[in-house]
């Protein structure tokens, strides 16, 4: 692997807006001597380690002897050598982060790659062939969105030359901030491409139907490209050969078990570790998963080695090599060259046979699952392929099937969560906010019998024993302090209430000036905590109610707190 790195003159524009959206854009062609080098990368500022342009370079092209001929297109995430200021999000990064989907939350150590590669026959080069990628470069989860944008610039490149990449960057800094709970219309080389950002609950700021059907052009005399989604991947196309186990994959993502997907295709395996993560959504994946993973990854060592178990990872690999590297790892899916519904083939494997790992697709693992299949569930997909029913629904029905059991997993931690916030009238407006009480796993166990998921779900089995299995997992510690965090911040808001509602005028009568100022030090300081959730009415309070404290106090020491 090599650098050859040539840049566009663009230091004299400003990249706010593209930067929002895309870290930079590279091109990567196969040299004869260094290997895969990176030609180019867009804009010519982007700050960037070599080693992440190395790790670029060797994920930007097919890791298998399949051939790949003609166009492919797939994606990759890697974890960046590089953070910049501000853990390398950028102001408009930290105010969606404040407002998307958990699921869809950018992290400033990791990186996606969205590849469009080309290979085709041209007797004019050294070895016959002519080899190379366009990459998109994002810190943002927007699968769908960006697999669109790489297929419109791509080919533009490889037609037209640079000039054609130029004006695509150019039209990518005129696009909106990526704003959660609004509709964006992104124009990119004659086309329109128009999608909604999803939200948490309740922060959406429109109220009409995220992307609704449109009759007239987006912008005039653009191509309109509606989206229906920017991250979804098509889940039936995924697990179509797998189907009778897809309650053992929703189990083995769930508590976050080592799990390998080997294809020979990148494309293919890049989407099946994207669906698999999916599977438990609203619920975020909080360990590494790697779409498309190669031997020269940098944690290539770190996730190979024999001498300990397998870390809480989903990888994504094509290349042969990994079939003896990872056969101790306990899960192993493989897929077939071509997806099809067949709910006869690709039967459960046990254990992880690497005679039968090199000819049979399937799930190979020792896993146990706690959960039985929903068979109403697996019936009603079978007749679908039967009858013919379009992918999309079956998708819709797949994709409902298992936030439904996501959401009757969940609930009930949920309800627990929020049973263990102090009572409100406790709060005192002259006291530290109160925490959340801990997590008490037997307790919660003790609620399942009477508040479980069988009031909301259908599929039987042990849910006990796979909540403690849960337990265990990144998952579970990540949903939970993120829970802990948020009622924590709900707490300390509860109390500014507390605080605005005290006559703080009477408090003071009885207390010493020391205690008075540390008072004021106290509210002032928790005022600057931006992250909190209180209105703008509830600041202006507070700040009225210092400057009642402020008044009670001697002229020089309002002086200082004044000045200060």
């Known amino acids: 692997m090599g650098d050859q790195c040539q840049n566009f003159n663009t230091t004299k524009t400003t990249w706010d807006r593209f930067k929002s959206w895309i870290h930079c854009i590279c091109v990567v062609t196969f040299d004869l001597e260094l290997g895969q080098a990176l030609e180019m990368i867009y804009p010519s500022q982007t700050t960037m380690s070599d080693q992440d342009k190395t790790s670029i370079c060797y994920l930007a092209f097919p890791d298998s002897n399949s051939g790949c001929m003609g166009d492919t297109k797939f994606h990759f995430r890697f974890r960046s050598s590089f953070l910049p200021d501000h853990q390398g999000l950028t102001a408009a990064h930290q105010i969606y982060n404040e407002n998307c989907l958990s699921t869809l939350q950018i992290s400033s150590s990791y990186f996606y790659g969205f590849v469009f590669f080309r290979q085709v026959k041209d007797k004019n080069l050294p070895r016959d062939y002519f080899q190379k990628s366009?990459?998109?470069?994002?810190?943002?989860?927007?699968?769908?969105?960006?697999?669109?944008?790489?297929?419109?610039?791509?080919?533009?490149?490889?037609?037209?030359?640079?000039?054609?990449?130029?004006?695509?960057?150019?039209?990518?800094?005129?696009?909106?901030?990526?704003?959660?709970?609004?509709?964006?219309?992104?124009?990119?080389?004659?086309?329109?491409?128009?999608?909604?950002?999803?939200?948490?609950?309740?922060?959406?700021?429109?109220?009409?139907?995220?992307?609704?059907?449109?009759?007239?052009?987006?912008?005039?005399?653009?191509?309109?490209?509606?989206?229906?989604?920017?991250?979804?991947?098509?889940?039936?196309?995924?697990?179509?050969?797998?189907?009778?186990?897809?309650?053992?994959?929703?189990?083995?993502?769930?508590?976050?078990?080592?799990?390998?997907?080997?294809?020979?295709?990148?494309?293919?395996?890049?989407?099946?570790?994207?669906?698999?993560?999916?599977?438990?959504?609203?619920?975020?994946?909080?360990?590494?998963?790697?779409?498309?993973?190669?031997?020269?990854?940098?944690?290539?060592?770190?996730?190979?080695?024999?001498?300990?178990?397998?870390?809480?990872?989903?990888?994504?690999?094509?290349?042969?090599?990994?079939?003896?590297?990872?056969?101790?790892?306990?899960?192993?899916?493989?897929?077939?060259?071509?997806?099809?519904?067949?709910?006869?083939?690709?039967?459960?494997?046990?254990?992880?046979?690497?005679?039968?790992?090199?000819?049979?697709?399937?799930?190979?693992?020792h896993y146990r699952p706690f959960l039985k299949k929903d068979k109403a569930m697996l019936s009603k997909i079978l007749k679908g392929v039967q009858a013919k029913r379009p992918g999309e629904v079956q998708t819709a029905l797949l994709k409902r099937h298992l936030l439904e059991l996501t959401q009757s997993f969940m609930i009930p931690l949920e309800r627990y969560m929020a049973s263990c916030m102090p009572l409100q009238k406790n709060i005192s407006p002259y006291k530290a906010a109160p925490v959340p009480r801990p997590f008490n796993p037997d307790d919660f166990l003790a609620t399942l019998e009477t508040m479980g998921p069988q009031l909301t779900s259908g599929v039987k089995g042990d849910w006990p024993g796979l909540y403690r299995r849960f337990f265990k997992s990144p998952n579970f510690s990540g949903w939970y302090n993120t829970r802990y965090q948020h009622l924590s911040k709900k707490l300390r808001a509860l109390q500014l209430e507390a605080l605005c509602d005290a006559d703080l005028t009477e408090w003071v009568r009885d207390k010493k000036e020391v205690e008075i100022v540390d008072m004021i030090l106290k509210i002032r300081s928790k005022l600057q905590h931006s992250d909190l959730p209180i209105n703008s009415g509830t600041k202006e309070q507070l700040r009225a109610r210092l400057e009642d404290m402020i008044c009670t106090l001697p002229e020089d020491l309002k002086t200082v707190l004044k000045t200060s």
């Open 134 to 365: 366009v990459v998109i470069i994002t810190r943002l989860p927007f699968i769908t969105l960006f697999s669109e944008v790489i297929a419109i610039i791509a080919p533009e490149f490889f037609d037209h030359g640079e000039l054609s990449l130029e004006a695509a960057c150019h039209d990518i800094n005129q696009w909106p901030p990526p704003v959660p709970g609004k509709t964006v219309t992104l124009p990119l080389i004659g086309t329109a491409i128009q999608v909604f950002i999803p939200c948490q609950q309740g922060k959406s700021s429109e109220s009409t139907t995220p992307v609704a059907n449109v009759s007239s052009p987006i912008l005039p005399s653009f191509s309109n490209t509606i989206l229906t989604s920017v991250y979804d991947v098509d889940l039936f196309k995924c697990f179509s050969s797998l189907l009778p186990h897809i309650h053992l994959l929703w189990e083995l993502v769930l508590v976050a078990e080592p799990l390998v997907v080997m294809s020979s295709q990148p494309q293919t395996c890049s989407d099946m570790v994207q669906a698999l993560i999916s599977t438990i959504a609203p619920l975020n994946f909080c360990s590494d998963y790697r779409p498309y993973f190669t031997i020269h990854d940098n944690e290539f060592k770190e996730y190979t080695t024999k001498t300990h178990l397998p870390p809480p990872v989903i990888l994504g690999v094509t290349n042969p090599f990994f079939v003896k590297t990872l056969q101790h790892w306990p899960h192993i899916i493989k897929t077939s060259e071509s997806y099809q519904s067949n709910f006869k083939q690709n039967k459960l494997k046990k254990g992880t046979n690497i005679k039968m790992l090199d000819s049979k697709p399937g799930v190979y693992t």
